[in-house]
């Protein structure tokens, strides 16, 4: 059976940082993608940020280039989501995701058939 575990979320005041780890079961894969995306309330899930193992593309929202880094640890099966310069528009339950193998556009939550349960991201003014 597939898992993903996810840890690191919180609560965080406008500015700071957070690191969010998933690790999974079916990491050992080469045609792996991995993603993270976000839920705030009343809105649709968005792709925030995604890596393809074999080939390294990443690709990230707009609304976080140049603040969140996707990375990953082969050794620890994990991959990472370093978050800088939150706002309190990054507010969100964030889900990291897997698919095996990566099916379709890395952006898409369709693409993905693994789903981490959730953690809590919240950022205060």
């Known amino acids: 059976q597939v898992q993903l575990v996810e840890s690191g979320g919180g609560s965080v005041q406008a500015g700071g940082s957070l690191r969010l780890s998933c690790t999974a079961s079916?990491?050992?894969?080469?045609?792996?993608?991995m993603g993270w995306f976000r839920q705030a309330p009343g809105e649709e899930r968005e792709g925030v940020a995604a890596?393809?193992?074999?080939?390294?593309?990443?690709y990230y929202a707009d609304s976080v280039k140049g603040r969140f880094t996707i990375s990953r640890d082969n050794a620890k099966n994990t991959f990472y989501l370093q978050m800088n310069s939150l706002q309190p528009e990054d507010t969100a339950m964030y889900y990291c995701?897997?698919?095996?193998?990566?099916?379709?556009?890395?952006?898409?939550?369709?693409?993905?058939?693994?789903w981490g349960q959730g953690t809590q991201v919240t950022v205060s003014s």
């Open positions: 079916l990491y050992t894969y080469s045609r792996v993608c």
């Open positions: 995701a897997i698919d095996y193998p990566c099916s379709g556009p890395m952006s898409s939550a369709s693409t993905y058939k693994y």
């Open positions: 890596l393809s193992r074999s080939s390294g593309a990443t």
